[in-house]
């Protein structure tokens, strides 16, 4: 025989009152997400290597260029005409032009890797340029002038949370760009030859200097990453190799 219903009776064990919150998943569920998001993550260390490697050996051509320039002003100074002069200084500069076309095309696929990750673990944070001028940043006259510069500042504050120290990297590597265009005015006979030594120095100490800047961005961007994968995947222990 049944119970008669009383509507004042507490509800039976084990059943939660109305208006009761259920019990909260979110933390295993943001737990997991993490971990999931640490292994969707790869952090692109290889293109950091070649980006490495290329720009290495950017800064030796430069600094072979800087050597062969001393003959090179002479034979230019010697010339009539300095524009139909060919030197191994001359056939340096094509090596150069090829790396510096490799470095462009490896060092922009590895900032775009950078700016995906920076927006997979950062992707409340605003940065000032879109995912094309990772791109056309570095080659579009004018805003080539500062716009790679936000595209690295914003990629650190992203993913390292800083971003001091890209400033005199910056302006090195706009000081040296600007000292290598000068000789092309000197090997077309627009400047005096005996200025090229000088200004193949000076544009060799300033990407010395760039170089130091832009090793640094690379292996701590790097180990940020790394550290973020890292932290991802300690969120759920021994739930991934």
């Known amino acids: 025989m049944t119970q008669p219903y009383d509507p004042y009776a507490p509800p039976p064990e084990g059943i939660p009152q109305y208006g009761a919150p259920a019990p909260s998943t979110t933390p295993q569920y943001d737990a997991y997400q993490a971990a999931y998001l640490a292994r969707a993550l790869r952090v692109p260390e290889r293109l950091a290597v070649a980006v490495i490697v290329l720009s290495s050996a950017y800064l030796a051509v430069q600094v072979v260029s800087m050597l062969l320039s001393f003959d090179a002003a002479e034979a230019y100074g010697a010339a009539t005409d300095p524009g139909q002069v060919y030197t191994a200084y001359d056939a340096v500069g094509i090596v150069y032009v090829m790396v510096l076309v490799a470095i462009f095309v490896v060092g922009c696929l590895w900032l775009n890797e950078c700016r995906k990750f920076a927006v997979a673990v950062n992707p409340t944070y605003h940065h000032a340029r879109s995912t094309a001028w990772v791109w056309l940043g570095w080659v579009v006259p004018v805003v080539a002038l500062w716009f790679p510069y936000q595209v690295v500042r914003d990629l650190r504050r992203s993913t390292i949370r800083e971003a001091s120290g890209i400033g005199l990297w910056w302006g ?12 092309a005015l000197v090997t077309l006979g627009f400047r005096d030859a005996s200025t090229l030594p000088v200004i193949e120095m000076v544009a060799t100490g300033l990407f010395v200097i760039a170089f130091i800047g832009w090793l640094r961005i690379v292996r ?16 759920v222990p021994g739930q991934y190799a």
């Not at 550290?227 to 969120?235: I, P, Y």
Request: glycine share 8%; charged share 10%; aromatic share 8%.
């Open 172 to 183: 090195a590597w706009l000081g040296a760009n600007f000292m290598s265009n000068q000789t």
């Open 220 to 235: 701590e961007l790097t180990a940020a990453q790394r550290a973020h994968v890292a932290a991802g995947r300690n969120q």
